[in-house]
């Protein structure tokens, strides 16, 4: 199975990506443009820069992908202050840090 994962250069992400490698799957990494991938240098990921509030990028990264996992901390420094992280179930603040 190919797997697209946001934020597959984070901590969570490229753990992930070990995961799924070693059981199997084709991992496509959705990063940022512009940002570190040596968390992920040596995996077999197709590296795929795409920004999460451009339709057209986020596009060119799943395609192909037989799944889309999120696996990034917030977006609420990218949406504004209040943006919810649907994934966690808890809203960020400014100031404040998720837990």
């Keep these: 199975m190919r797997v697209c994962l946001t934020g597959?250069?984070?901590f969570v992400g490229?753990?992930?990506?070990?995961?799924?490698?070693r059981r199997g799957h084709t991992v496509q990494g959705m990063v940022q443009p512009n940002r570190s991938t040596v968390t992920i240098d040596e995996l077999p990921v197709k590296k795929v820069p795409a920004d999460l509030l451009d339709p057209?990028?986020?596009r060119r990264a799943v395609a192909g992908c037989d799944a889309i996992s999120r696996v990034h901390?917030?977006?609420a420094?990218?949406?504004g202050a209040g943006a919810t992280d649907q994934s966690r179930g808890h809203e960020e603040r400014p100031g404040r840090r998720a837990p």
């Design 8 to 10: 597959a250069d984070g």
């Design 14 to 21: 490229s753990n992930l990506s070990r995961e799924l490698i």
């Design 56 to 58: 057209d990028s986020v």
């Design 73 to 75: 901390r917030n977006l």
């Design 77 to 79: 420094g990218a949406v």
